[in-house]
Each structure stands twice: as structure tokens, then as C-alpha cells.
């Protein structure tokens, strides 16, 4: 029963490595070096790469920029509450409004070109999740996360709340089209 | 002030318990256990809410459960037994008595008091339904957060006990030489739980003094980095226990000894070094951090920590191997596998936590800790069906294992039930297994985590998750009433034998005083440098089978992994 004993041998420490032990330790070694070059990688050769471009700012200040999208881009507005949507021109800033519980502006965008999408959270954490693409980002209150995205396939994909927000947590959804 | 130096000698395996040691182990695993019972009961509720053919309970109460689940299995059950461990690892396997047992008993009722006053906010109050990670600014009643302060301060002094014990070790000279292993790991688990708790001091308290208004505001995203400082260390903990109650187990049911000290408590140490910066895995998709620094959190400091369980998960079974080949079962690759005793709880428990915790666990945490692999399954399902390999399957399987052997050896009661003790392990691991795997199929889909309603029933703009997805957490949901079944089989054996159980009776059973330490004198060993296993295993491995089991598991780990670079290769490009 040594495991739960004191080491029999006082020097343990000099006992010699395990041909099995070390051969594995080798082997595990290695993979663990070729998960690390994954990473920088990908960020050279890889298209899924977060920018990590954010800017600390406030509620007033980026609900302003969104408004500005809004007033210049809508095409038209969806519901009953008037909810607009929006199209902006390839290559421009969009911003998306998180709050409780309701994502705003709708956005309408083409394949294949490219947007810089701004996501802030007026109050608390949220979770931008885009389905059925599978692509998730933490939504922070205060700071405007901008990624440029580019949908490749024409379609009507949702955008639903995967950061606990709440009691009408999964209320929270809307909807991006790409023409 | 006298000093209690009663002990007990176990009949059976020749432990010796301290008197206050034990009832304070045997407080603390009945704390552990009724935190679990609690825990099991929220699950039931919240498994079959989320199983959405079932649908159980409105959302109020589902998040209130969720939450309520959340800190009593992850924080209470897991804490409540760890500390039970550390007092075993410490007195009882050297034969110490515990340091200071009046301020351990202060600690296990601060954490008693801690524990109870959080389920007063979160079930009573039900205005604390934050989940247990309490992401400000989302907020919760002082009382939430409070309580949470009180149980870390209490297993903060069960830390600092432990710690004490040792050195009494030392000073008294209870044992010879170097601690075991099992107590190595144990002091891992220690060292890396103070400064958890010290993180969790740093994001807490300002949280506590936020909730009463005396703080105007809290950064949402340095609560994420200080909280997962806390909060994921602290899974560390749990590896680096159940890891030790693995090797612990080895020895109990195989009388295995480690393959080479050196390798084995080394791993442990690269716990240490390598973990405390992993926090960064959970901040992946969050703004405001750089690449580099998620790389380098993520890589430098985790992989390490990878090749640390990696090296366990070759160690342990390896130990196994070697003792069973010694005592005979020698023949091919598998044969001392094939002959483990796998109708003993303690022994095919604690494997199916091995298997479960390296293949399930393991692999798609290393997945999703991943920088841009985290983008297609971050807040997905996949997350809980990650953990609950590793701290359902893994940790909290490796517990009841334990318990089996603590039941007739610290509680002297003869286990109830023997019967359904022999399926339990399977019924929780492998329902438990399965669970978390259709979880991560959920996940894969796009399914969210704490989510009540994924059809989206009466929305605006409802989405339709396709059919697989629904078949998953339908399956989901099916395997988690097999573990929950499970579940309530070692609550009825634990309970069971506990308090109505055969008292195993000695004849002349008695404490017996220790004036000083009661190692026998320093024998000199004779220095086996040498090879030292005789004629065992083949092609100059002593341990093949393991090896093989080793490479298997490296291939489906290689193969997984970049089959999921490939799935990120499909989503829309990002920059
Ligand atoms: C039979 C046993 C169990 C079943 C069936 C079960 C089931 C579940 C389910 C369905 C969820 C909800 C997932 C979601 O909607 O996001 C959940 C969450 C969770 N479970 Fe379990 N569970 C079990 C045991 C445990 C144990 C033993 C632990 C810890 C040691 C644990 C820790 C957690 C945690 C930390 C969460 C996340 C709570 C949150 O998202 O805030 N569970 N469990
Ligand atoms: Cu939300
Ligand atoms: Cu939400």
C-alpha cells in the first residue's frame, strides 16, 4: 500500500523514469507543443479569428452610433413593434444593442462581403449566438466588441441569448438575414 | 491545554484515526452527503426541464434551481468532502493527530453556517437566482454572497488545519521519510485552494459590499477574469483530490505503488505552477483581452497542467497494471484488467471515474480551452457536458468510491445494500457518461446553456434547432434519470449503512494514548536504484496495457481535436 504510505525508498527522487512512463511523458509532451502552434496558427492561416478590437464606452454613447445606422440604413420594420431592419453598405460599422431582453436592430446583410458588427450590452452580460453558424461571443456591458464578420451563405439565421440574463433569458432572439 | 491523543487502530487496514480527526471527518462527509442529497434533488427538477419533452418547471423555478444545483454540488458537496479528505490524507495516513481540532470544528460550522445562509437567499428569499457564478452586474441579495464568504472562510481554516497537521507530523515524527504520495496530492489540492480562496476573497467581498450599496460598481468583465481566477482553480482542487483519491484507491484495493514517486508528485507540482493563470479559458470571446494573452494563459499555463493529468492518467491505471502483473496476471495485454475485481464499488467506481474523466473530461476541455475553438461552443451545452465528466464523472464518482471504503473503515458500520453497491458505479458513471456526451452533442448543435425554453415557443423570432439536436437532449435527459438513479442508490447505501448499518464490532476495541509519535525508528533501506519490477510486462514495458490504452486515448483526443478546427473552418469568417 505505498501510495498512501511514505516513499520505502528515502531517495525517491533518484529512482530511475519508467520506460513507460517516460516514453508517454515524451509523447504527451509533443501534443502539448502542437496544440500551442494551433493557435498562433490559425491567427496567420486560419479565416476565425477574433480581432480583439473593443473600446470602453457607455450606453448613451453607443446607443447615439447605433441610432445613426438606424436613421441612415433601414430598409424596413418588422412586428408590431416596429422593430427596424437594417442594411448597411458592405465594409461599414453596424452596431447591435443588447439589452434585456431583446437584441435591436435586426440586421440585413449580402454574402460575402464584409461588416465590422459592434456588440455592447446596455446592462448586463449577454451572449451573442448565431445559429444555426454555431459562432459565440460574451456581450459585455460597456464595452463595444467590433468584429468583422463575413456570412458566406444567403439565408435567415437567428441570433439568440446564450448568456444567462435573467428571467426572460430565453425570450432573448432576433434575427440576421443574409441576402 | 490538554491535547487529545486518542487514536484507533483500524482492525482491517491498520489505519490509525485520531479520535477528534474522525468525528470531524465523519461531520464533514455527512455535510458533504446531505449537500449532495439537496443537489440531487434540484437536478431531477432541472434535468427534466431541460429534457423539453418534460418541461417540468416554469422558469422562475428553473433558474432558481439551476442556481441552487449549481452551489450545492459544485461548491458544497465537493468542499464539504474535500475537507474530510484532507483530514484523512493528513492524520490518518500519518498517523498524526490533527492540529488544532477546535478551530477545524470552527471552520466546519462557518461552513455549515455559509452553506445554509446561501440556500436561504437562492431557495427562501428566491431574489438570488444569478447562477453560481453571480456574473455582476447582475445581482444578488448580500445574504447570497455573504454566505459564500463564510463557507470560504471556514474551508480556508480546514486548509490551514491540514497544513498545521503536517507539521505536527514532522515536529512529532509520526512517519518516516517523505509524506505518501496520496498526502502530496492532498497538500496539491491544499495549496492550490488557498489561493483560490484568495482569489474568491478578491471578487466576493467587493461583490458583498456592491449588493449592500457600498460599492458603486463592479466591471463586468474584471468580475469574469477575478471570478474564473476563483472559480476555476478551484476545479483544480477537485482534479488534484480525486487524482490522490485514485492513487489512494490503487493502494487500498491493489496494495499498487506508484510506477516512480518522482514522475508522479512532479505532475502534481506542475498543478501548482501551471494553473492558477487558466482562468483565461473562460474569457476566450470576451472583449477587452488580446490574443496573445489568451494564448498564452491558455497554452503556457494550462498545457502544462494537461500534461500533469495526462501523466496521472498513465500513472494510475500503470500502478494497477504493474501490482495486478506482480500478483500473477501477466498474460497479454489486458489480462490484469480483465481480472480486476470489478464487482468492488471502490475499485470500478473509481476506474470508470478514470476513463471518464480522461476521455470525456479531458479532451473536450482541452477542445474548448482552446482560443479560437471556443468561438463554436462557448455558453453552449457543451459546457456543462464538459464539467460533468470531470466533476461529475471524475470527481464526484472518485468520492463515492471512497466512500464505499470509508464506510466500514471510518464509520465501522458494514455496508448496507452490497448488492446495489455493486451496480451503483455503473448506473451513475456510465448514465452520467452518457449524459454529459449528448450534452456536448446538444452543445456541438448550438444548443445554450441555462436555457429554459429552446423551442422558443410564443417568441417573436423563434429558432428551430434541427431534429438531431432535439434527439440529443432527449437522450440527455434519459441518461441523466440513469445517474439520478444512481445518485439515489449511494444516498440510500451512504445513509443506510451510516445510521442503521451493522456496527462492526472489535473485541477489545479501544483509543489508545500516543504520548509522542508512533512511527517505529528510522529503518535503513536499502537504495533500489535499479530496475526494479522483476519479470512482468513485455518489449521492456512494464505497464503495456496501460500504454496502449494511452495511445488510444491520444488518438481519439488528435482526432477529435481536429475534426473541430475543421468545423470552425465552415463558419463565417472572422477577423
Ligand atoms: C445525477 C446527477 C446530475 C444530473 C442529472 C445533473 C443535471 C444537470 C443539468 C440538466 C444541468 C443544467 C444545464 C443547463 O441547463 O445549463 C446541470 C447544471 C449543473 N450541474 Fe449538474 N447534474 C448532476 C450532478 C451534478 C454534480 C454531482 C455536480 C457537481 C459536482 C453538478 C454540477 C452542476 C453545475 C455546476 C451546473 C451548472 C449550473 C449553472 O449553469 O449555473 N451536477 N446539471
Ligand atoms: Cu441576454
Ligand atoms: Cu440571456
Redesign the pocket.
Known amino acids: 500500500m505505498s501510495a498512501i504510505l511514505p516513499p520505502p525508498d528515502r531517495v525517491w527522487w533518484k529512482q530511475p523514469i519508467d520506460r513507460v512512463e517516460g516514453t508517454w511523458i515524451a509523447i504527451a509532451l509533443v501534443w502539448c507543443l502542437i496544440m500551442f502552434f494551433m493557435m498562433p496558427y490559425w491567427h496567420v492561416f486560419g479565416k476565425q479569428n477574433l480581432a480583439n478590437e473593443a473600446f470602453k464606452t457607455t450606453p448613451e454613447a453607443y446607443t447615439r452610433k447605433a441610432q445613426e445606422v438606424v436613421d441612415k440604413y433601414t430598409v424596413r420594420t418588422e412586428t408590431a413593434q416596429n422593430i427596424p431592419v437594417v442594411h448597411p453598405p458592405a465594409g461599414s460599422d453596424v452596431y447591435l444593442v443588447a439589452r434585456l431582453w431583446s437584441w435591436w436592430p435586426i440586421l440585413e446583410l449580402e454574402a460575402g462581403k464584409s461588416y465590422r458588427i459592434h456588440l455592447m450590452s446596455m446592462d448586463w452580460l449577454h451572449g451573442f449566438s448565431l445559429q444555426p453558424e454555431n459562432i459565440n461571443i460574451e456581450v459585455h456591458p460597456g464595452y463595444d466588441h467590433v468584429l468583422t464578420v463575413t456570412p458566406t451563405a444567403p439565408g435567415t439565421y437567428s441570433v439568440i441569448c446564450n448568456e ?1 440574463c435573467g428571467i426572460n433569458h430565453h425570450t432573448m432572439a432576433s434575427k440576421i438575414y443574409v441576402k | 491545554m490538554a491535547v487529545n491523543r486518542m487514536f484507533r487502530t483500524c482492525p482491517t487496514t491498520g489505519l490509525k484515526f485520531h479520535q477528534p480527526a474522525e468525528a470531524l471527518m465523519k461531520w464533514n462527509a455527512v455535510a458533504a452527503v446531505v449537500s ?1 442529497l439537496v ?2 434533488i434540484l ?2 427538477g ?2 427534466l426541464t ?1 429534457w423539453q419533452a418534460v418541461h417540468l418547471l416554469a422558469p422562475d423555478w428553473f433558474y432558481l434551481f ?2 441552487a ?2 452551489l450545492n ?2 461548491v458544497f ?2 468542499i464539504f468532502f474535500e475537507i474530510a479528505v484532507l483530514y484523512f490524507a493528513g492524520s490518518t495516513l500519518l498517523g498524526c493527530r490533527l492540529a488544532t481540532p477546535k478551530m477545524a470544528w470552527a471552520g466546519f460550522w462557518l461552513m455549515v453556517a455559509g452553506a445554509l445562509l446561501n440556500n436561504y437567499a437562492v431557495i427562501f428569499r428566491q431574489d438570488s437566482s444569478v ?3 453571480s456574473y455582476a452586474p447582475m445581482g444578488a441579495h448580500p445574504t447570497f454572497y455573504l454566505g459564500l464568504i463564510l463557507f470560504a472562510v471556514g474551508a480556508l481554516i480546514g486548509c490551514f488545519v491540514f497544513l498545521g497537521t503536517l507539521a505536527v507530523g514532522k515536529a512529532e515524527k509520526t512517519y518516516n521519510g517523505s509524506i505518501p504520495l496520496v498526502t502530496f496530492g492532498a497538500l496539491t489540492a491544499c495549496i492550490i485552494a488557498i489561493f483560490t480562496i484568495a482569489s474568491g476573497a478578491i471578487i466576493l467581498i467587493p461583490t458583498f459590499l456592491w449588493s449592500l450599496g457600498l460599492i458603486e460598481h463592479i466591471d463586468s468583465l474584471m468580475y469574469r477574469t477575478v471570478f474564473w481566477a476563483f472559480g476555476h482553480s478551484s476545479q483544480q482542487i477537485n482534479v488534484s483530490a480525486h487524482v490522490a483519491i485514485w492513487y489512494a484507491i490503487a493502494a487500498i484495493a491493489f496494495g499498487a505503488k506508484p510506477m516512480s514517486e518522482r514522475v508522479s508528485r512532479a505532475a502534481f507540482l506542475l498543478y501548482i505552477f501551471f494553473l492558477q493563470l487558466a482562468s483565461a479559458h473562460h474569457l476566450l470571446v470576451d472583449p477587452g483581452l488580446t490574443s496573445n494573452w489568451k494564448i498564452f494563459n491558455t497554452s503556457y499555463a494550462m498545457y502544462l497542467a494537461v500534461l500533469a493529468s495526462m501523466v496521472h492518467g498513465l500513472t494510475v491505471p500503470g500502478a494497477i497494471e504493474v501490482a495486478q502483473r506482480e500478483k500473477g496476471f501477466n498474460k497479454g495485454l489486458f489480462e490484469w484488467l480483465r481480472k480486476a475485481p470489478w464487482g468492488n464499488p471502490v475499485f470500478s467506481g473509481m476506474f470508470i471515474s478514470l476513463m471518464g474523466f480522461g476521455f470525456l473530461g479531458g479532451i473536450s476541455g482541452v477542445m474548448m480551452g482552446t482560443e479560437q475553438l471556443n468561438l463554436i461552443i462557448h455558453n453552449t ?1 457543451y459546457v ?1 457536458g464538459h ?2 465528466a470531470t ?2 464523472v471524475g ?2 464518482l472518485a468520492f463515492m468510491s471512497l466512500t464505499y471504503f470509508l464506510i466500514p473503515v471510518l464509520f465501522r458500520r458494514q455496508m448496507m445494500f452490497p448488492l446495489l453497491a455493486k451496480w451503483q458505479p455503473y448506473l ?1 458513471g456510465l ?2 457518461s452518457g ?1 454529459a456526451l449528448f ?1 456536448m452533442g446538444a452543445g456541438t448543435l448550438g444548443m445554450p ?3 429554459w425554453d429552446v423551442s422558443f415557443a410564443g417568441n417573436l423570432f423563434p429558432h428551430e434547432f434541427p431534429g438531431t439536436a432535439w434527439l440529443m437532449i432527449a437522450l ?1 435527459g434519459i441518461s ?2 440513469v ?2 438513479v ?2 439515489i442508490i449511494y444516498l440510500l447505501i451512504t445513509v443506510g449503512s451510516v445510521f442503521l448499518g451493522k456496527k462492526i464490532e472489535t473485541p477489545d476495541f479501544k483509543y489508545v494514548k500516543a504520548r509522542e509519535g508512533m512511527a517505529p525508528a528510522p529503518q535503513p533501506v536499502a537504495a533500489t536504484l535499479t530496475a526494479h519490477h522483476g519479470n512482468i510486462g513485455m518489449a521492456g514495458f512494464v505497464a503495456p496495457g496501460t500504454f496502449v490504452l494511452a495511445i488510444v486515448f491520444l488518438t481519439s483526443f488528435v482526432l477529435y481535436y481536429f475534426v473541430n478546427w475543421k468545423y470552425l473552418s465552415t463558419v463565417w469568417p472572422l477577423s
Do not use: D, S
Open positions: 444567462y | 449532495l443537489g440531487g437536478a431531477l432541472v434535468t431541460r439551476l442556481t444545483h449549481g454540488m459544485l458537496w465537493i447562477m453560481f457564478t451545452l456543462p464539467f460533468h466533476v461529475v470527481t464526484t451513475f448514465g452520467m449524459f450534452m446553456r441555462r436555457h440527455m441523466g434519470l445517474a439520478i444512481g445518485g
